[in-house]
């Protein structure tokens, strides 16, 4: 079914690969390094609780990113955005620019290095009141911030 | 993209404004309290050095350091009122930069809080009627600036709303009562709220005060002692002729139903007791209440979804429920608003459409979820069973006839989601979006597609191999689901929908015309 649907799609930036596995990578560190510490202290067999777990790390720091980003994708229409993400849990999600309350554009201090954003839109809904797009260039991001707010305003006009 | 990027001005990040510098103070003083536990944790985790200076620096470093983390937010912080947005860049290491057009902005609020008015300081915060309230905030700028802020959004949306040509309805007519109910119908009402909250209350209450009470509640060695005082004996009970037992547990039901009839009752007549519903030129207005009255008034334009809900037994007689959902504005704790609590479906239609809300058509045939849904639901929850008996067998050492009675879960939950799946259907035409749903609160949410602001598909793991998908309308102060759907119909669904809604700009639908 989504091998339809992706050829429309605008992928991210490949460089969101690169700030997710340097993200995931660091917020993970904390449980290798514990399982290093027990590996050390010989609290278990060697090896048998530590190889497992860096090889979860590996899976999950360097292997996870590149999946999750070739199931990522966003289409910017004439009057709404679309972010299509994930596989085994799919969603779909289209927010027309009339239903925009508000824009952010988010830059972590990893994406600054690369140049990204994320773009989250606000709408007034209770499920989906915030819909996020990363790994966009900043330069991208701002623009699509324009063209939603000028969207806005050519609507109410 | 790169052309709009070009002609677009694009924001430096250097212009803009700063917070007013006293603020921090302002802050920093209003915040001490939530600093409460690091400074309770950093006098107690030193006392024990003997040395009385420690504690001081500790709780020191502590001040210094809130004070520090808030002098750099607000060296970080920026807001600029631009020509068609207000822009709020934020953040110390993550950058946050926010665009909120004026045409979104519902309302400036400016609050002084006492500190805060000492020094002639103010705190704005722009609404725009967004789902979680995590609006845009200026805390804190001068009064004069704030007042400032005001007019500037003021004069930008006034242009707008002339641009727009809405006029406020002058409706010289003055209210007409939409829906009332009587003491008999307050009263039947109250029969159906058959409720037994009150053993729950008493019986929290008497664990919360028993110390109160002269004699112990829970010893029951004493009950029967007292019992047997009176002359009566667990022996003599247990001679009582099975005729008179069968009676004394009827007598013991009875109370009981009585009680909780009762209990719905009173309760029911306590909050419904002359309820009035009118329609007046702002909008629904509603008074209901004994002992506390309430006075609601709820503007009609307001209303994103109508809940049409009845229950199996007040069905037979034709009793449903109507709920307004609502963009929740001044009165967060109702987004729901009741317009009608126990009214008979040719009550309600009428007062829906008010609201501009229609009913479906009699002869519409509603689409049906597909079983294969619901049945793999079922498929997963018997792997989760599984785990749980083996965890139950091996960590707790319980016999498998023990732990296997787990297995019970299995039909009922099977029959519950059999009753779910027939009770399911939805159904969508030109304008408006019908799901049913629920056997025991039976529920039929109609959303007017214009009121939508987010569609999307969702498909689980499994679901997907059967290509079954759900469709999540967001809803203004509400949910509002359509699934087991096959993802065709779902694809189709959401671009008849959005085509719908991308049409009408969102400040359009919630004003009032």
């Known amino acids: 079914m989504t091998e339809e649907t992706v050829p429309e799609l605008t992928p991210l930036n490949p460089a969101w690969v690169t700030t997710t596995r340097i993200a995931s990578a660091l917020g993970m560190l904390p449980f290798v390094i514990g399982a290093g510490v027990l590996e050390f202290a010989q609290v278990m067999p060697s090896g048998s609780f530590f190889v497992p777990v860096l090889v979860l790390y590996g899976f999950v720091a360097f292997v996870v990113p590149a999946r999750k980003y070739r199931h990522w994708g966003y289409d910017m229409g004439s009057d709404r955005l679309r972010v299509v993400r994930g596989y085994m849990f799919y969603s779909d999600t289209v927010v027309p620019f009339g239903r925009i309350q508000h824009i952010d554009v988010d830059q972590g201090p990893i994406d600054r290095r690369y140049g990204l954003a994320t773009l989250t839109v606000h709408t007034a809904g209770n499920h989906n009141s915030t819909v996020a797009l990363p790994g966009l260039l900043h330069a991208d991001a701002l623009a699509i911030r324009e063209a939603i707010r000028a969207a806005i305003r050519q609507d109410v006009l | ?513």
């Open chain 2, 1 to 513: 993209m790169n052309d709009i990027a070009t002609d677009a001005e694009l924001p430096q990040a250097d212009e803009g404004q700063r917070l007013h510098v006293l603020g921090l103070l302002v802050g920093f003083v209003t915040g001490i309290p939530q600093l409460i536990f690091p400074i309770v944790a950093a006098v107690f985790g030193t006392r024990g050095t003997g040395e009385p200076m420690i504690s001081v620096i500790a709780v020191t470093a502590i001040l210094f350091f809130s004070l520090f983390f808030r002098w750099l937010s607000w060296m970080r912080f920026r807001y600029h009122i631009g020509e068609h947005d207000v822009r709020i860049e934020s953040g110390i290491l993550s950058r946050t930069a926010r665009s909120i057009p004026y045409e979104r902005i519902q309302d400036v609020s400016i609050e002084q809080k006492p500190l805060a008015r000492i020094f002639s300081l103010g705190e704005v915060k722009f609404e725009t009627g967004g789902g979680d309230g995590d609006d845009a905030k200026l805390s804190f700028v001068s009064v004069d600036e704030a007042g400032r802020l005001r007019e500037v959004v003021k004069a930008h949306k006034s242009g707008v709303v002339l641009a727009a040509g809405t006029e406020e309805p002058v409706d010289g007519a003055d209210a007409h009562p939409v829906f009332a109910m009587d003491g008999k119908r307050v009263f039947i009402f109250g029969l159906y709220s058959f409720s037994l909250v009150i053993f729950a209350v008493l019986g929290g209450l008497a664990q919360q005060f028993d110390f109160l009470l002269p004699f112990e509640i829970w010893d029951f060695r004493n009950w029967i002692g007292i019992a047997e005082d009176r002359g009566v004996s667990v022996d003599n009970l247990n001679g009582i002729s099975l005729s008179a037992r069968i009676i004394l547990a009827l007598i013991a039901l009875a109370s009981l139903i009585f009680i909780g009839l009762a209990t719905g009752v009173i309760r029911t007549v306590l909050r419904e007791y002359g309820f009035r519903l009118e329609r007046t030129a702002k909008g629904f207005r509603r008074r209901r209440g004994l002992l506390t009255l309430t006075d609601v008034v709820m503007p009609t334009h307001r209303v994103q979804a109508a809940v049409v809900q009845t229950g199996p037994i007040r069905k037979r007689r034709g009793w449903h429920s109507l709920k307004f959902v609502s963009l929740a504005q001044d009165s967060k704790e109702e987004s729901n608003f009741v317009a009608a609590p126990f009214a008979t479906l040719d009550e309600i239609w009428p007062i829906a459409d008010a609201a501009m809300v229609q009913a479906p058509d009699a002869d519409v045939r509603f689409r049906k979820g597909k079983l294969a849904w619901w049945l793999i639901r079922f498929a997963a929850l018997l792997p989760i069973l599984a785990i749980g008996i083996a965890a139950l067998m091996v960590f707790a050492c319980a016999p498998f006839q023990q732990a296997g009675l787990m297995l019970l879960v299995a039909p009922i939950l099977a029959f519950l989601w059999w009753l779910e799946w027939r009770k399911y259907a939805d159904h969508i035409d030109a304008a408006q979006i019908y799901v049913r749903e629920g056997w025991w609160r039976q529920k039929l949410i109609i959303a007017p597609q214009v009121k939508v602001q987010t569609v999307e598909i969702t498909q689980g793991p499994i679901a997907r191999r059967q290509g079954l998908a759900s469709l999540n309308f967001g809803i203004a102060g509400g949910t509002l689901e359509m699934i087991a759907l096959p993802l065709a119909t779902a694809h189709a669904i959401r671009d008849a929908v959005m085509e719908r809604v991308a049409a009408i700009d969102y400040s359009a639908i919630n004003r009032s015309r």
